[in-house]
């Protein structure tokens, strides 16, 4: 009964390659989201998709591309792996903001991802 | 833009209380969150707090609201050892997309 789920869990790749995180939720929200941790644990929002549509794209280099099959998966595609890639992958998932609800957000374990 | 900002550390011996502070910038801040995150996991929510509220009391976690210094506060009562973790705070506006979240304030409960 896994709420936010993320594969792989690890990702260990060389430089310059290109890889795919997925994200799944069960939990019927409308909205999802991708963060990066660093290593310091500052947490930046880089995307948000509410019902497939993309609400927030912040400064992120064009190599990563967020793609949306239906509202209950969150892709991440990454071209070109860059030293500075190297983080923590966070999926979330929220209700979403109509109504006035807390649109409380609901984390995935993560996936952390080392660029060699 | 929104800016939210806590203290990085903390450090408290076990069965004391916490208190674990954050400030932020837009007064049309409308939920406040706590989340938690353990190590090698995701973040969890706390526990929210409205603006029109000053005070939420849930066990041993008491949040304290102050509009008008743009002041929230997180006190955890009988701190344990499995409190060790970071806390996040974070806020939002009414119909806003997106959740501002601070830095994290690494809080260390020594035995």
């Known amino acids: 009964d896994t709420a936010v789920s993320q594969t792989p869990k690890y990702l260990v790749t060389q430089m310059g390659n290109d890889k795919s995180i997925k994200c799944e939720q069960n939990l019927g929200h409308d909205t999802m989201y991708w963060y990066k941790q660093d290593s310091k644990k500052f947490l930046k929002i880089m995307f948000s998709y509410n019902n497939k549509e993309l609400i927030i794209n912040e400064t992120v280099p064009n190599r990563f591309s967020p793609k949306s099959p239906d509202k209950a998966h969150l892709n991440l595609h990454i071209n070109s792996l860059e030293l500075g890639d190297s983080a923590v992958y966070f999926c979330?998932?929220?209700?979403?903001?109509?109504?006035?609800?807390?649109?409380?957000?609901?984390f995935g374990p993560g996936t952390r991802l080392t660029v060699l | 833009g929104e800016d939210v900002e806590q203290s990085l550390f903390l450090s408290v011996r076990e069965g004391d209380s916490s208190v674990i502070n954050c400030t932020y910038t837009?007064?049309?801040?409308?939920?406040l969150y706590w989340y938690k995150q353990e190590p090698g996991a995701g973040l969890q929510l706390l526990t929210y707090i409205f603006s029109n509220m000053d005070m939420k009391q849930d066990q041993r976690l008491t949040v304290l609201l102050n509009k008008k210094d743009k002041h929230l506060s997180l006190r955890i009562a009988d701190t344990q050892t499995g409190d060790s973790a970071i806390y996040f705070c974070a806020v939002r506006n009414t119909g806003g997309f997106k959740t501002i979240f601070g830095a994290g304030t690494r809080l260390f409960v020594k035995a």
């Open positions: 979330a998932s929220s209700p979403g903001t109509s109504g006035g609800s807390t649109d409380t957000q609901y």
């Open positions: 837009d007064s049309s801040s409308t939920y």
